[in-house]
Nanobody, 123 residues
Framework: EVQVVESGGGSVQAGGSLRLSCAAS????????MGWFRQAPGKEREGLAV???????YYADPVKGRFTISKDNAKRTLHPKMTNLKPDDPAMYYC?????????????????WGQGTQVTVSS
C-alpha cells in the first residue's frame, strides 16, 4: 500500500508563496499519477493539479498561473508550489496517488491519500 505524507503548510500573507512537499512510500514512474487537492471548511474536496511522469501536468482554473507542481522521482517526492496566495486559498491541502488510473483531477480516481497540511492566508 502506498503511503503519502504532506508537509510544508503554514501561514502566509496574501500575495505570498508557500512550497509544500509530498512524499510517497512507493512510486512506479510509469503507472503512478500524483494529484493535488484542497478542502476548505464546509466545501467539497477540490482538485487542483495532477502530474504524470515528468512531462504531463494539468492545472485547474482556480490555480492556473499561480500554482506549479514538480516531482523528484528519485526521492519519490512531489513539490507543489503556490504563489500569489489569495484570501480564498486557505484550506487543508492534500496529495494523493492513483495507480494505473486516468490522471485527472477527479477525487474518486485516487486511492491513496495523505493526511493533509493546513494552509492559511492572512490579509
Amino acid at each position: 500500500e502506498v503511503q503519502v505524507v504532506e508537509s510544508g503548510g503554514g501561514s502566509v500573507q496574501a500575495g505570498g508563496s508557500l512550497r509544500l512537499s509530498c512524499a510517497a512510500s512507493e512510486y512506479t514512474y510509469s503507472s503512478t499519477c500524483m494529484g493535488w487537492f484542497r478542502q476548505a471548511p464546509g466545501k467539497e474536496r477540490e482538485g487542483l493539479a495532477v502530474i504524470y511522469r515528468n512531462y504531463y501536468t494539468y492545472y485547474a482554473d482556480p490555480v492556473k498561473g499561480r500554482f506549479t507542481i514538480s516531482k523528484d522521482n528519485a526521492k519519490r517526492t512531489l513539490h507543489p508550489k503556490m504563489t500569489n496566495l489569495k484570501p480564498d486559498d486557505p484550506a487543508m491541502y492534500y496529495c494523493a496517488a492513483n495507480i494505473d488510473r486516468a490522471c485527472l483531477v477527479t477525487r474518486t480516481l485516487y486511492n491513496y491519500w495523505g493526511q493533509g497540511t493546513q494552509v492559511t492566508v492572512s490579509s
